[in-house]
């Protein structure tokens, strides 16, 4: 039975230990910046790709009893190339993060990378930004038909507004 961070580490080692490079602890849980939406993240690199594992692997995530964000990635997906990184959808300057990342179980396989240029760092992060605003307009703004379309509209602008404004810091470039 899984009760606790421990129990789900321990569980899936008990299963899948001679597959695992590492599993990493990272995020606002570990900087005890928790909050009423945390969740635990950790990140499982494993040594050879296998479908059962991930199949066995959820039904254990599944089973605990708090919110857990637990992406797999396979040794042979791990680009030897920084500015290459994408894990789900984060960019390069995600790999800095899983950098700082405390190994729970083995080793951080991302320490043996070097650190991608301050470009695809930015260029990573701007795409991202970019692909969050579009999941919130499509599942937040536009498909809400509970409000009125004037008000969908002014949410839509002020989300897109407030997007361009952001890009803008980052970029360090006016757009319209």
Same mark, same amino acid.
């Given at each position: 039975? $899984?009760?606790? !961070?421990?129990?789900?580490?321990? =569980?899936? $080692?008990?299963?899948?230990?001679?597959? $695992?490079?590492?599993? !990493?602890?990272?995020?606002?849980?570990?900087?005890?910046?928790?909050?009423?939406?945390?969740?635990?993240?950790?990140?499982?690199?494993?040594?050879?790709?296998?479908? =059962?594992? !991930?199949?066995?692997?959820?039904? $254990?995530? @599944?089973?605990?009893?708090?919110?857990?964000?637990?992406?797999?990635?396979?040794?042979? =997906?791990?680009?030897?190339?920084?500015?290459?990184?994408r894990l789900i959808n984060h960019g390069c300057y995600f790999l800095e993060?899983? @950098?700082?990342?405390?190994?729970?179980?083995?080793?951080?396989?991302?320490?043996?990378?070097?650190?991608?240029?301050?470009?695809?760092?930015?260029?990573?992060?701007?795409?991202?930004?970019?692909?969050?605003?579009?999941?919130?307009?499509?599942?937040?703004?536009?498909?809400?038909?509970?409000?009125?379309?004037? /008000?969908?509209?002014?949410?839509?602008?002020?989300?897109? @507004?407030?997007?361009?404004?952001?890009?803008?810091? /980052?970029?360090?470039?006016?757009?319209?």
């Amino acid at each position: 039975m $899984i009760n606790t !961070l421990n129990d789900l580490v321990t =569980e899936s $080692i008990s299963k899948f230990g001679v597959n $695992i490079s590492g599993i !990493l602890y990272y995020g606002s849980s570990l900087r005890n910046e928790n909050n009423l939406f945390s969740d635990q993240d950790l990140l499982m690199t494993v040594k050879d790709y296998d479908t =059962e594992l !991930l199949v066995e692997l959820r039904h $254990i995530v @599944k089973s605990a009893p708090f919110f857990v964000d637990l992406p797999v990635i396979f040794e042979s =997906e791990i680009p030897t190339d920084p500015e290459r990184f994408r894990l789900i959808n984060h960019g390069c300057y995600f790999l800095e993060i899983l @950098k700082r990342g405390q190994p729970i179980y083995g080793r951080n396989v991302f320490l043996d990378l070097g650190k991608p240029s301050p470009a695809a760092i930015q260029q990573s992060l701007l795409e991202t930004i970019v692909e969050y605003t579009q999941f919130f307009r499509r599942n937040f703004v536009e498909s809400n038909r509970e409000r009125s379309l004037a /008000v969908n509209y002014q949410l839509n602008r002020r989300l897109i @507004k407030g997007a361009y404004d952001l890009l803008w810091i /980052v970029d360090g470039k006016m757009h319209d």
